[in-house]
């Protein structure tokens, strides 16, 4: 599970420090996984439950995308090739 993270971390140099955001996950309040954070000198931001102001258009788009494209659909006999390139960016195009 660290290895990603480990081969991130020593990829950054003196001055680099990311911010690290997380989706509230269980392994991102795991004590490991903070000090691995705190020892790199990285910030963590995890922000209360659904009260992501930095993020919030954002995830109202996809969000938005999600209910305008899988709710009450029936995708059986579509290809993935068929839905990236006309469904999807069609939906996102329109919003």
């Avoid at 660290?2 to 950054?12: C, K, R």
């Avoid at 996950?25 to 439950?49: D, F, V």
Wanted: with cysteine; aromatic share 12%; net charge negative.
């Amino acid at each position: 599970m660290n290895d990603m993270p480990d081969g991130a971390i020593s990829q950054l140099g003196e001055e680099d420090h990311p911010i690290i955001h997380s989706d509230r996950g269980c392994h991102y309040r795991w004590p490991g996984w903070i000090s691995r954070m705190e020892k790199a000198g990285l910030e963590r931001s995890m922000s209360p439950k659904g009260c992501a102001s930095y993020n919030s258009a954002c995830d109202g788009l996809f969000g938005r995308l999600k209910n305008g494209m899988f709710y009450n659909r029936d995708w059986t006999g579509v290809s993935i090739q068929e839905f990236a390139e006309n469904t999807f960016l069609n939906c996102f195009v329109s919003f």
